[in-house]
C-alpha cells in the first residue's frame, strides 16, 4: 500500500496497492508523459536520496524545493504571517527534517495553490502541519488525492489574511490563481504567480496554456489577465522556480510583456514598443 507519485508532474495518488492506470495531469495537453513512459514513485522511496532545500527570497518569504530536482522541480513559498503563515503552491516531497524546519519557522495554517501543476503532496503537507489546503474550484476536476483539508473557492479575489490575497487569473488553468501579498517585495508589494504568470529567462513574462507543448493562449484571454492585475501594486514577482524572480518594478514588466505578447499573437505584427 502507498500513495503513488508521478515522476514526471509530481501528483500524489490516493493510497493503493498498485499503481493507477495513469496520471490524469499528464495526460493532458498541459503536461505530457515522459520519454521512459508514465512512472511512478512514493515518499518512502524518494526519502532514501531526495531532500528538500531552503532559500530565502527576502524577510518572511522562504523558498522550498527539492534536490535532486524531481518532476517539473516544483518549489513553494511559505510567507510567515501574524495571522498564520501560508504556504503558496506545494512540491512533491515531504520529509521529517522539513516538517521541524518549517515548524521551527511557525508552521503552516494554509496551503494555497495556483494551479494542479502544484498540487502535488498537498495532502501530505497538510496533514503534517493541519493546515488548511484553498484551492480554486474551478480546477476541481485535477484534484488527484482528495483530502478532508482541501476547501474550494470560486469567488474572483479571496482573501486569506489581512494582505494576502488570492486573485483569479483564469488562462493557464481556468481556476489559475496568484497571491498578492501587500507586504512582500519589501514593503513594496509582491505577487506570488506560479506559472499563471510564468517569469521567463529574460525576467520578462509570458502567459502560455501549455508550457511544456508551447501552447499560448488567445489575445483576449491575455488582456483579462493584465486587467485583473492592473488593481494591484506590487514591485516584485515570484515566479515558479527560485531564480525566477523579477524586482524592481514587476508592474511596469507585467504591462511591458503583455504588450510583447499580444503583438506576437496580434496580426498584423505591431512593435511592442
Ligand atoms: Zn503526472
Ligand atoms: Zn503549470
Not at 193 to 203: A, E, F, N, R, W
Not at 238 to 254: N, Q, S, W
Amino acid at each position: 500500500m502507498a500513495e503513488f507519485i508521478c515522476t514526471t508532474c509530481g501528483a500524489q495518488y490516493p493510497t493503493s496497492d498498485t499503481p493507477p492506470s495513469g496520471c490524469r495531469i499528464c495526460q493532458d495537453e498541459r503536461q505530457y508523459i515522459g520519454a521512459l513512459g508514465q512512472g511512478w514513485s512514493m515518499l518512502a522511496l524518494m526519502r532514501r536520496n531526495h531532500f528538500c532545500n531552503f532559500r530565502q527570497m527576502e524577510p518572511g518569504l522562504m523558498g522550498i524545493g527539492v534536490v535532486p530536482q524531481f518532476a517539473i522541480g516544483q518549489r513553494a513559498l511559505l510567507v510567515r504571517h501574524p495571522a498564520g503563515n501560508v504556504l503558496w503552491d506545494c512540491i512533491p516531497f515531504l520529509d521529517d527534517a522539513a516538517i521541524e524546519i518549517v515548524q521551527a519557522l511557525g508552521g503552516i495554517r494554509t496551503i494555497a495553490i495556483s494551479h494542479p501543476h502544484y498540487y502535488t503532496a498537498m495532502a501530505e503537507w497538510a496533514r503534517a502541519f493541519g493546515a488548511t489546503i484553498l484551492l480554486n474550484a474551478a480546477d476541481r476536476q485535477w484534484v488527484t488525492r482528495p483530502d478532508p483539508a482541501v476547501q474550494f473557492w470560486d469567488v474572483p479575489t479571496h482573501e486569506i489574511a489581512p494582505g494576502l490575497t488570492l486573485i483569479n487569473c483564469p488562462g493557464h488553468f481556468t481556476g489559475g490563481a496568484v497571491l498578492h501579498w501587500a507586504e512582500g517585495g519589501r514593503g513594496k508589494g509582491a505577487v506570488l504567480s506560479g506559472d499563471i504568470l510564468q517569469v521567463m529567462p529574460d525576467k520578462k513574462l509570458s502567459f502560455m496554456r501549455s508550457y511544456p507543448n508551447m501552447i499560448p493562449l488567445d489575445a483576449s484571454t491575455v488582456r483579462r489577465i493584465a486587467e485583473t492585475m492592473q488593481p494591484w501594486a506590487f514591485d516584485t514577482i515570484y515566479g515558479a522556480f527560485h531564480e525566477r524572480v523579477i524586482t524592481p518594478d514587476a508592474k511596469a514588466v507585467l504591462d511591458f510583456s503583455v504588450r510583447r505578447y499580444l503583438a506576437a499573437v496580434t496580426a498584423p505584427p505591431v512593435d511592442p514598443g
